[in-house]
């Protein structure tokens, strides 16, 4: 009876191999599932952070540059269960509540979570000195923005943290990570980005590091971001955001023959210096409850009415159409009146040809043409004609985005025959009940950019590229091909000549800018002085320097400033007179006085709803 | 008594190959610990580590077998008494004059060098219990019998149990197979194994509310009714077997219903332990981390390992406990399913071979010793294994000749090499008292 009982201690040994063995295989065979977990316990994946591009003006003047900043990351998942939570806060200054709340956001325990961002020489230190006791928690060398200066913030752009929605559009972007925002920080950002890098170290248990893991094999330097070149001219930008100060307006210079934005400036606008490290949000924060909105680019969305400035391409519609020749004359009797409707003129010599009504904005002279053009026989209807005459405004880039290189440039507004249709009833409505379209007031919204646009397509004589800021990016032959896109005006050069020739005569002896002139400054241009339900007359201007061959175009707007000829024109002609200068010498203006009376001026009507 | 029978010849015939699976055993041990505490930075060999401190004490531990394989066969019956009394005070005298490791007052500290005299006391215990059932006439027959065999066993696991070292105490309990293999009725048995099926029935569904309608509990003690009610019919029901099947469907009721109050005695971490073996909770940084950082080691093994030295979890210590308890995850991370497999054949076949030796000796003495180390490598072959690949609960007890550990190598050899020189000195006995 005994050795039967062998059998069950065989059974034993049989039973115990047997499940060993199964157990083996599901441990070992069945899934790489622990091979893959022992791969993470041994490694640490350190992300290089790649140092955003370096941007210079068109010059090779630096603009932006970076810094080197360290920020305390966590893998959640190896934070070991005995952390000195008390001392770790007693180093980071933090109170516990404040650290709990920045675990929690963790969603991806396993992957490395910026923490706290661009710590301070005081925590630094310590933390640097202490972090391995920590397990889990490791510094991170990144780089922050470093600004040359406090220019050129609307078109430069701030970074910022990327939000979910844009971790969920790119994979690139890591929790923390950093992405440009505005201007074209944002517009160029796969460039300026650069591109992060990896090193994969073994770690042991205390997360100390061994050495590469596989000889480095996995491992990618960071590439820095390209340099790059803006087409802003710095000492332009300089000036015209300095004759901004104390005033409510934009400034938009460009180079007619690239469509490169030589200067691009707002007033009121902010200081990036102030929009680093830790103190962004904060700043932005404040940034954002400003009555005065700094945040808001004014240059490619603000519209404004453009008043005067609006009859070049009048006259130039009216020459295409055949309606007016040069020499066509119509009279001004202080204005025109038909009926009970009045547009007021100032006192001038009448009756006046095509260039003198520009030379001396002829208000009546435009009010004939535009009836002439909108009522058109030749059109079947006031709708078919106004539509006629619409299309040629958008093809100045009116009315429709411009295309720029900066994030959420507006339309600026020509309404269409629908909008009159609503209005006043489907064609219950003529030229004469839209007379104010004529002298570019009314209903007509135009950004400052768009205006300095189509002094750029005067100025070219017919066609405009895409405005853009950059000019080049290292290491690329050209910028992307939709900023270098040519858009032709379906208008003959001949009548630019014509209309060009009467934009010759308005910063001269008897025109109306004849204040803003400068010695030797060629300039074409045109004033405006734009009603608006805000206050006082915008002071408006458009022109280009030199006559032929032009180098520049520039639009200025200053609102409630008054007449155009006041700040506008002599702004316009002070940044000509500089852009055109050589840059390679000491500048000294021929009429020195204008920028300081321009600097100076103050205008003290800062009101809320002229900044929407 | 039955020793007076030898007759004085020489008719020693050595196993070699269970001493052959015994040196293999040592020598993957060595290299195990050499490559658990093996530093790239570090010298390819010194005297301070680990691997040569075990290197020296397998070369004594070589000596002590040869010189058991020398001595005469008797002594080891007739010292049988002396040294579970002698080896039991040695543990007892921790109490006074040991030490704390891990938790557990079971040590004594001279100098550098660290003892645990209950691995010595194992071999005190079977020494004794197998010259009691080999004693002329002793036969587990009596309650008197049966309750010194208890004793015996008992008394041990009582001291272990009171230095905290749980694992101890289950390889002592072990010794229960002796007992069975010498007369203890099949029902005792299957009754133990009976509960740690129940436990684990229980433990899988104490999330579950209920089984066809039915909650757990009852549906295990409906179960068991008809089990005993089939049982009963087969016997024929008399007055006896009723009174027989009622006890015992008392006895599962009490245990289905009183087993949570037993557990709820465990400490928090070893309710924690046996939980996590159930799946019941995850952890992997608390208790759990021994236990998922062992498995992750085992399991990236794969088939043929990472190769000796290149074991990272190991290496980079994330495997606690590398050189002692957890060995197999260093061996098995470097060697893979093969290696491990291979292993498990190895220790299998010592196993096997063990019940095989036992079977075949001539006198209840050396077959009960046979058995009591059968019963002790088992135990700690199963319990360490089945800790590191997670199937048994976290029970810290050292792997027989792998593990570092100079006292507890000693002591298995001793164990050891004593029943393979009573097997070699089997021809010198007349089995006139077996059964």
Known sequence: MYSNKKVFFFAIILFVCVLFTGRLISLQLMSDKYFIESVKNASNEITLYAERSIIYDRNGKLMVFNDVVYDLAVIQKKISKDLDTAALLKILKIDKKTFLNKLNKIRNPSITYTLIKDLTPDIYIPLQENILSYKGFFIEQKTDRRYKSDIGCHILGYIGEVNDKIISKDPYYKQGDYAGITGIENTYETYFRGQKGVKIVIVDHKQIQRGSFKSGSLDSASIPGPSVHTSLHYDVQEMAEEMLKNKIGSIVAIEPSTGEIIAMANSPSFDLNEMIGSSRNQKFASLLKDPYNPLFNRAIKARYPPGSTFKTIQALIGLEQGIVTANTTYPCRGGYHVGSLHVGCHAHPSPLDLPNSIAKSCNAWYCYLFRDMIDDSAYASVADGYSAWREYLLSFGLGIKTGVDLPNEGNGFIPDTGYFNRYYGKDKWKSSMILSLSIGQGEIGVTPLQMANFAACIANRGYWITPHSISAIDGYKK???????????????????????????????????????????????????????????????????????PKIAVAVIIENGGFGATYAAPMATVLMERFLAKTDSVFVSKNPVLYERMRTAKLKNFSQDTLR | ??????????????????????????????????????????????????????LIFFGISVFIATVIIYTESTLFFHIGYIAFVLLILLTLGTFFFGAKVHGAQAWYKIGSFQMQPAEFAKLGTVLALSKFLGTYGVRL??????????????????????????????????????????????????????FVLIFIFLMLTSRTEQILLLSPKILLTLIIFIILGIIGYYIRFNKKGIILISILFTIYTIFIFGVDLAYNQLKEYQKKRIELIFGLIEDKKDVGYNLWQSKVAIGSGQMVGKGFLNGTQTKLKFVPERSTDYIFCTYAEETGFLGSFAFILLYTFFLYKLVIMSERQNTRFARAYGYGVFSIFLFHFF????????????IGIPLPFISYGGSSLLAFTILLFIFIKLDGNRSNEVSVDID
């Open chain 2, 1 to 54: 008594m039955s020793y007076n029978n030898y007759a004085n010849s020489d008719r020693t015939s050595i196993d070699w190959s269970i001493i052959l699976v015994y040196l293999l055993l040592c020598i993957i041990g060595i290299f195990s610990i050499y490559s658990s505490v093996f530093e790239p930075e570090a010298q390819w060999f010194n005297f301070e580590m680990p691997y040569a401190k075990q």
């Open chain 1, 479 to 549: 910028i992307p091909a939709q900023y270098l896109e040519k858009h032709q005006v379906p208008i003959k050069r001949s009548h630019f000549e014509t209309v060009i020739e009467g934009m010759h005569s308005v910063v001269a002896p008897g025109g109306t800018a004849r204040g803003a002139a400068i010695k030797d400054l060629d300039v074409c241009g045109k004033t405006g002085t734009s009603q608006n339900p805000h206050g006082k007359d915008h002071s408006i201007f458009i022109g280009f320097a030199p006559k032929d061959n």
């Open chain 2, 383 to 394: 319990i360490n294994i089945g800790m590191t690949i997670g199937i048994v609960p976290t």
């Open chain 2, 141 to 194: 027959d009596s309650l008197k019998n049966y309750a010194i065999t208890f004793l015996f066993i008992l008394i041990p696991v009582g001291i272990v149990l009171a230095q905290n070292d749980t694992g101890s105490a289950l390889v002592f309990l072990s010794l229960i197979f002796v007992l069975y293999r010498f007369g203890l009725p099949s029902i005792f048995l299957t009754i133990g194994f009976s």
